[in-house]
């Protein structure tokens, strides 16, 4: 059975930066092609924020997230998503999610997800 575990979330000031991890279990990263980073504040609908492919060779980012944050695969099992210059609109539970497609972890529909890590942003 696979397990996503989100680490890394925490409370900073704005401008900050935050590194979040996603380590899976029970079937290593590199048997998911595409893998991906969706977040959802308080009241409102779960949003992307970047996801990666290593097939195809693409990286996505939301608007929001272009410029600030960097999602990278460090290892067969360990995901990250660099965060800098946070901003209180960034609040939110960050969740990762991961998936053979590429489309599927796009759109949100990726079979696998973790239970997620909180970031808040101060102003």
């Known amino acids: 059975q696979v397990q996503l575990v989100e680490s890394g979330g925490g409370l900073v000031q704005t401008g900050g930066s935050l590194r979040l991890s996603c380590t899976a279990s029970?079937?290593?990263?590199?048997?998911?092609?595409?893998m991906g980073w969706f977040r959802q504040a308080p009241g409102k609908d779960r949003e992307f924020v970047a996801a990666v492919s290593t097939n195809e060779g693409k990286i996505n980012y939301s608007d929001s997230a272009k410029g600030r944050f960097t999602i990278a695969r460090d290892s067969a099992r360990t995901m990250t998503l660099q965060m800098n210059n946070l901003q209180p609109e960034d609040t939110a539970k960050y969740f990762c999610t991961a998936d053979e497609l590429f489309r599927t972890v796009l759109i949100g529909t990726a079979d696998y997800w973790g239970r997620g890590t909180q970031v808040i942003v101060s102003s």
């Open positions: 029970g079937r290593p990263f590199s048997l998911f092609d595409a």
